[in-house]
């Protein structure tokens, strides 16, 4: 007999890599917090609004401390009015302008100011249009930055933040209602007000998703702390394993990979409690990316359940022969010391990562609906379970109102159906679900099924062999066995910061020029400021950018920041 109801999780992953100069912990990027103000406070307040509703949201831990240092840097200003408390120039740009005085700095800061979606942020908002203009227009036939007036940088500022804004925040907000009714001419005072607001949105992310958790609503799951591509740690050949004739880096190994690996999941187990009280059940490996070693490293840790994507599962069963002709959305296992494995609905998750945003909600739903009710009527035993899973923060902002409506419309859609039960991978798992056994877990992640998004091409590659190379300094320094036990955290953290998969990512002539040139830029940083702590010679190579993307205008799919898992 089949459930009267299909069980579907909705796993949302948060995800943000380390932005700050290791040096003197200026943000180089704003990224973590503009997602929080939107994507983290917008994706609290629907599920609040929807307390029938039910989701895994999964946090990487490198994310929870930079967003914990942002809430702490705009209190510190509030309370002091220092502004060297503020490590990000669009805040200090957003209060006191005037303090950039470097005329290079203030340009780029204008720059900065462009970078948002151009119909769903930009256009939206006549006013930031118009400033967006003007500056494109100064940009465009001077590099000097004092051509620039204070108060016109302080209402470009504004807007962006404004135009930044979660949906729901916009809605309620009484700050940001006025402050949108009043196109330039923001003075002090204002400004300041909605600095202050910023930082509170960012400091109730943590209270707000705690509550969420202790509630029963989310369940709450985490990434290895610096978003690690575990798979190609344990084994820097993996990536073999669906494209045996990809080119690979000249490094045959990473040293201590196994070691490494769990540092992460320890490290960030300590982090990730630390902010929420509960020690995670349930891993979304970084990008979904697993392998045998893997699973086994998970189990070490002591996860019950993990995740990938629809792919990889594909590619198991190929290499075990066998054509899954039943029901695909199973609990899976790899064998008996093996956590729960998920797979991913790469049809289901792409259509709301990338499709829906061009439908009127209602219908985007409905279309969701009828997919998830043909599974129902397909899958005929009881332990059916749809994964769906999908980045929680970029997906947004292509959607009108940053998927205010489409959001809304979802969770009422799946929470009041009748034959759909909104559940959590964790509720799964200590049901009686029967499992299915893979007798082979090929290697892969949730894009493609494959590893070729992080190695596998010439740039990234180099990438690779640099990081190994750096790695085998640190060994060597670390044996002589002089760091005390604080240098040794901080030498460590630095390590685990180089190992991060975003800097792989990025690297590929495919994507975007200005984000390939600040994640090569920000990794090169990364690896020269290793080398400094361990105190050994910085090479030469790390001078000199690894590879170059496309023109800034370039029509990568959303901008790049995501992939279809197929």
Not at 46 to 54: I, N
Not at 224 to 239: E, N, V
Not at 305 to 312: E, F, H, M, P, T
Request: hydrophobic share 40%; aromatic share 10%.
């Amino acid at each position: 007999m089949k459930h009267k109801k299909l069980p579907v999780v909705l796993c949302w992953h948060m995800h943000q890599p380390e932005y700050r100069d290791p040096r003197d912990k200026i943000y180089q990027q704003p990224w973590t917090y503009l997602h929080a103000i939107k994507d983290y406070v917008d994706m609290a307040a629907h599920l609040e609004h929807h307390p029938g509703a039910r989701a895994v949201v999964n946090f990487v831990p490198i994310l929870l401390e930079q967003l914990d240092d942002y809430s702490a840097q705009i209190a510190q200003y509030l309370e002091t009015r220092e502004i060297s408390k503020l490590r990000d120039p669009l805040l200090v740009a957003l209060v006191e302008p005037a303090e950039i005085t470097d005329s290079a700095a203030r340009m780029t800061v204008v720059r900065a100011c462009m970078r948002a979606n151009e119909d769903r942020l930009i256009r939206r908002f006549e006013p930031f249009k118009d400033l967006v203009d003007l500056a494109r227009s100064i940009s465009a036939n001077t590099e000097n930055g004092h051509y620039l007036s204070d108060q016109f940088m302080a209402d470009l500022a504004v807007w962006y933040h404004l135009a930044w804004m979660g949906e729901t925040v916009r809605l309620e907000n009484t700050l940001v209602k006025q402050l949108m009714a009043k196109p330039i001419g923001f003075d002090g005072d204002e400004r300041v007000q909605l600095l202050a607001l910023i930082g509170s949105l960012i400091a109730g992310i943590f209270t707000r998703y705690r509550a969420l958790s202790e509630g029963g609503q989310v369940e709450l799951s985490m990434t290895p702390y610096a978003h690690p591509i575990m798979p190609l740690l344990l084994d820097i050949t993996a990536g073999k394993q669906t494209c045996p004739h990809d080119p690979q880096p000249q490094q045959v190994s990473y040293p201590g990979g196994a070691d490494r690996v769990q540092w992460h999941l320890q490290h960030g187990l300590d982090v990730f409690k630390r902010f929420f009280g509960v020690h995670p059940t349930g891993c979304w490996p970084s990008e979904g990316a697993v392998s045998e070693p893997t699973v086994h490293e998970l189990a070490k840790a002591g996860f019950t359940w993990l995740a990938s994507g629809d792919q990889v599962l594909t590619h198991s069963l190929q290499k075990q022969k066998m054509v899954e002709s039943g029901c695909r959305h199973r609990v899976w296992q790899f064998d008996a010391l093996s956590p729960a494995l998920f797979f991913r609905d790469d049809g289901l998750s792409d259509l709301i990562g990338f499709d829906y945003q061009k439908w009127h909600a209602d219908d985007a739903v409905a279309d969701f609906i009828t997919h998830l009710m043909k599974i129902h009527h397909d899958c005929q035993d009881d332990d059916a379970v749809v994964s769906i899973i999908l980045d929680g923060e970029n997906a947004w902002e292509f959607y009108p109102h940053n998927g205010y409506w489409f959001l809304d419309a979802l969770y009422k859609g799946l929470s009041t159906h009748p034959d759909i039960e909104l559940t959590t991978f964790s509720d799964v798992v200590t049901k009686t679900y029967q499992r299915k056994t893979l007798q082979h877990l090929v290697a892969g992640s949730w894009v493609y099924g494959n590893l070729t998004t992080w190695i596998g091409s010439p740039a990234k590659n180099r990438a690779w062999d640099m990081l190994i190379e750096a790695r085998l300094a640190f060994v060597k320094a670390q044996s002589i066995g002089q760091w005390d036990e604080q240098t040794e955290a901080q030498n460590l953290q630095q390590l685990a910061i180089c190992e991060g998969s975003d800097w792989f990512w990025w690297f590929g002539d495919y994507n975007p020029g200005d984000a390939v040139r600040d994640f090569d830029h920000l990794y090169r940083l990364q690896l020269t400021r290793l080398y400094e702590l361990i105190g050994a010679d910085v090479p030469a190579n790390l001078s000199v950018p690894l590879c170059l993307g496309v023109e800034s205008n370039s029509t990568v799919e959303a901008g790049g920041v995501m992939r279809r898992g197929q």
